[in-house]
C-alpha cells in the first residue's frame, strides 16, 4: 500500500500533461473534469497510502520511495525520491483533499471563460508543484516544489491580467 505513494504527485501531472496538449480541444467542461478527476486520483491514493502506514508499526513509518537518479556525478547522487512519514501524508492528505473541493468548485466557477484550460494547467501544476513540496525526499526537490508553487502562484494570481478590476 506504500507503494501508492508514488501516484499522489504523479496524478495531477498527468492532468497537467493531458490539458497541456489537449485542454483546447478538450474545451470547457470536460477539461475541468479531467482535472478534477486527477486530483481525485491523488486523494485516493494518500488515502490508500494512509491506510497502509497506519497497518506499520511506529518505528516502520519512515520511508523513502526512490522515483529515478537525478543527477549522478562521481560520487554524488541526487535522487528524486518521495518520503513517505506520517507528516507528509498528513500533508498529502489535506493538499490533495482541499485541491479536489477547489477543483470542484472552479469546475463551475470557471464555466464559460476563454481560458478554461488554462486555468485547470495552471492549478494541476500547482498541485503537483506543492505535493513535490511536502512529499520531496530531499531539500533539493522540497526547494524545486517550492519554487513551483511560486511559479504558479504568480500564474493563477495574474490568471485575469487584463480586466481593469484586477
Known amino acids: 500500500m506504500i507503494d501508492a505513494a508514488a501516484f499522489i504527485p504523479l496524478c495531477p501531472l498527468v492532468g497537467f500533461t493531458i490539458l497541456l496538449f489537449f485542454g483546447k480541444r478538450i474545451g470547457d467542461p470536460i ?3 479531467v482535472a478534477t478527476t486527477a ?7 494518500a488515502c490508500i497510502t494512509f491506510a497502509g502506514l497506519l497497518q506499520l508499526h511506529g518505528e516502520e513509518r519512515h520511508h523513502i520511495q526512490k522515483l529515478f537518479t537525478w543527477i549522478s556525478a562521481g560520487s554524488l547522487h541526487v535522487d ?5 512519514d506520517p507528516l507528509s501524508i498528513t500533508m498529502a492528505l489535506f493538499v490533495t483533499g482541499v485541491g479536489t473541493l477547489i477543483h470542484l468548485y472552479s469546475v463551475g466557477y470557471m ?6 484550460p488554462k486555468f485547470f494547467v495552471y492549478l494541476n501544476l500547482f498541485a503537483f508543484s506543492m505535493l513535490m513540496l511536502v512529499l520531496g525526499s530531499s531539500m533539493l526537490v522540497a526547494f524545486l516544489g517550492w519554487e ?3 511559479a504558479c502562484s504568480y500564474l493563477l494570481i495574474s490568471f485575469w491580467f487584463e480586466r481593469p478590476t484586477a
Open 31 to 33: 477539461s475541468g473534469w
Open 80 to 84: 528524486a525520491a518521495l518520503l513517505i
Open 39 to 45: 486530483m481525485g486520483g491523488a486523494f485516493v491514493s
Open 148 to 150: 513551483g508553487v511560486g
Open 111 to 116: 464555466h464559460g471563460d476563454e481560458k478554461y
